[in-house]
């Protein structure tokens, strides 16, 4: 047997806007994740498949999120994740708001009715350290063709402005820029079209997990550049891939608003984990 993985493991798979997760709960039981658990179960052929892995335990708050991205590495934040866990923990509980730690920063994510989800992604990180980007620059326009903006929203993003979202090749695009010199840590991408002053069309590749009908913290980055660019106002409605989703940056942080799906629960076999040995 693996010895990160007990016998049996229960799972829960779930989706925001088709940005897709495996979610184990392990509030009450010791588990330690590694990126050969999380490839496995990434794998949408010979495990569940995944844009993100999440994990939820024991935090200061009501519970303490950590991710992985499908190559096994580490994601230092996941959105449409968040959302999808704190509507699980408020079902679970019946409280309209949930508070929830993460490596970087404290999430607080509330009830929006009509069976939408809001959670507030913190501050964006603007300079170029917090990012990280590799040296000193204006992050507001970079020193890429095309002039893209860089921003952290806990983990990094370079968004560009296009007049068409759609022509871009964004399966050969994304990889170009996720692993570009400037970002020492790789970077999600997106591809923007301003459709007018409250509203973006947005396509996203993810680092270390590529296309993805929707990207929650992807949606923040790039709704905080265009407002930095002057291109749209603070709040904005996001056409994804995969849906729809609003961002509202705030003085107290980055809002997100979006709808979420609980798909299914079910059971990881003996079998399969043993087979990670």
């Excluded at 007990?6 to 829960?12: G, T, V």
Aim: charged share 20%; aromatic share 6%; glycine share 12%.
């Amino acid at each position: 047997m693996a010895p990160h993985a007990p016998s049996d493991l229960a799972f829960m798979k779930m989706h925001g806007l088709g940005n897709d997760f495996v979610v184990l709960d392990a509030r009450d039981r010791d588990l330690a994740v590694t990126a050969e658990l999380a490839r496995a179960l990434g794998d949408r052929r010979r495990g569940i498949g995944f844009d993100q892995l999440a994990v939820i335990t024991a935090g200061a708050g009501d519970a303490h999120l950590a991710f992985w991205n499908t190559d096994g590495s580490v994601a230092g934040a996941c959105g449409n994740a968040t959302r999808c866990i704190a509507r699980y923990l408020m079902d679970e509980s019946g409280a309209g708001a949930v508070h929830l730690t993460t490596a970087r920063v404290d999430l607080h994510a509330r009830d929006a009715g009509g069976g939408l989800t809001s959670v507030n992604m913190g501050a964006p990180q603007l300079d170029w350290q917090e990012i990280p980007l590799a040296e000193a620059m204006d992050t507001l326009e970079l020193p890429i063709e095309g002039g893209p903006v860089a921003t952290g929203m806990g983990n990094p993003h370079c968004s560009f402005f296009v007049p068409d979202a759609e022509a871009i090749p964004l399966d050969q695009f994304g990889p170009r820029y996720e692993h570009h010199p400037l970002f020492p840590e790789r970077t999600n991408v997106q591809i923007a079209s301003i459709i007018g002053p409250d509203h973006i069309r947005m396509r996203v590749w993810e680092r270390g997990a590529g296309l993805t009908l929707a990207s929650g913290s992807s949606s923040c980055a790039v709704a905080v550049a265009a407002a930095r660019r002057g291109l749209t106002g603070r709040a904005v409605r996001v056409d994804l891939d995969g849906g729809t989703l609003m961002v509202d940056w705030r003085e107290d942080g980055v809002w997100m608003t979006g709808p979420t799906m609980h798909v299914a629960s079910g059971t990881l076999t003996a079998q399969f984990l043993e087979s990670l040995q």
